[in-house]
Nanobody, 113 residues
Framework: QLQASGGGSVQAGGSLRLSCAASGFTLDDNALGWFRQVPGKEREEVGCIDKYGTKKYKDFVKGRFAISRDNAKNTVSLQMNSLKPEDTAVYYC?????????WGQGTLVTVSS
């Protein structure tokens, strides 16, 4: 399973760091991604990192968010800087690989103006 942490409330322009820790399996061979969802809308991808370390981001977070993985600690993180009120959402991590797709439980990020 994936256990997410690090959500909270912050003012616009602030920063938060989210982390997901895996248990029961290793993240080494998995593509890892971060998604977010607001009520009434579909879950959307924020960015991803493949098992080789290649990263991709959606345009709305480019230059502000950064994904990293630590295979030794079996974790994936999302550093969020210059946060905007429209970044308010529940954030989910996802691991996908040969063993299937795993989702974290979600962590709420609230950005106030």
């Amino acid at each position: 399973q994936l256990q997410a942490s690090g959500g909270g409330s912050v003012q616009a322009g602030g920063s938060l760091r989210l982390s997901c820790a895996a248990s029961g399996f290793t993240l080494d061979d998995n593509a890892l991604g971060w998604f977010r969802q607001v009520p009434g809308k579909e879950r959307e991808e924020v960015g991803c990192i493949d098992k080789y370390g290649t990263k991709k981001y959606k345009d709305f977070v480019k230059g502000r968010f950064a994904i990293s993985r630590d295979n030794a600690k079996n974790t994936v993180s999302l550093q969020m800087n210059s946060l905007k009120p429209e970044d308010t959402a529940v954030y989910y991590c996802r691991a996908s690989g040969a063993l299937g797709v795993y989702w974290g439980q979600g962590t709420l990020v609230t950005v106030s103006s």
